[in-house]
């Protein structure tokens, strides 16, 4: 079993930046991949960004490629992802998952945090 708890959301202005965390534990956390995905309301949960936890292989969707960095810290068993030059699209409810692969499938995933509320005011 995996526990994820995020934090770091909030209001933002467009243009700023916010660094999100996911704080990941449990007997077997390191054995998976840790991904972003994001929800606006009415939509798809999106993916984001995946690492593996030695930070040497990462992926994004193009929607935030240049803008968002997904990082790791293993001293800290902490997943980061700072995201800069928000836009107001980028609103939704930002989630960490773990996952057996470095993917976008989100059917790939096998535990999730509860979710944390971006917003991007115009």
């Known amino acids: 079993q995996v526990q994820l708890v995020e934090s770091g959301g909030g209001l933002v202005q467009a243009g700023g930046s916010l660094r999100l965390s996911c704080a990941a534990s449990?007997?077997?956390?390191?054995?998976?991949?840790m991904g972003w995905f994001r929800q606006a309301p009415g939509k798809e949960r999106e993916f984001v960004a995946a690492?593996?936890?030695?930070?040497?292989?990462?992926y994004y969707a193009n929607s935030v490629k240049g803008r968002f960095a997904i990082s790791s810290d293993n001293t800290k068993n902490t997943v980061y992802l700072q995201m800069n030059v928000l836009k107001p699209e980028d609103t939704a409810v930002y989630y960490c998952?773990?996952?057996?692969?470095?993917?976008?499938?989100?059917?790939?995933?096998?535990?999730w945090g509860q979710g944390t509320q971006v917003t991007v005011s115009s």
């Open positions: 690492i593996n936890w030695s930070g040497g292989s990462t």
């Open positions: 998952a773990a996952s057996r692969a470095v993917t976008p499938n989100r059917s790939w995933y096998d535990y």
């Open positions: 449990g007997r077997t956390f390191s054995s998976y991949y």
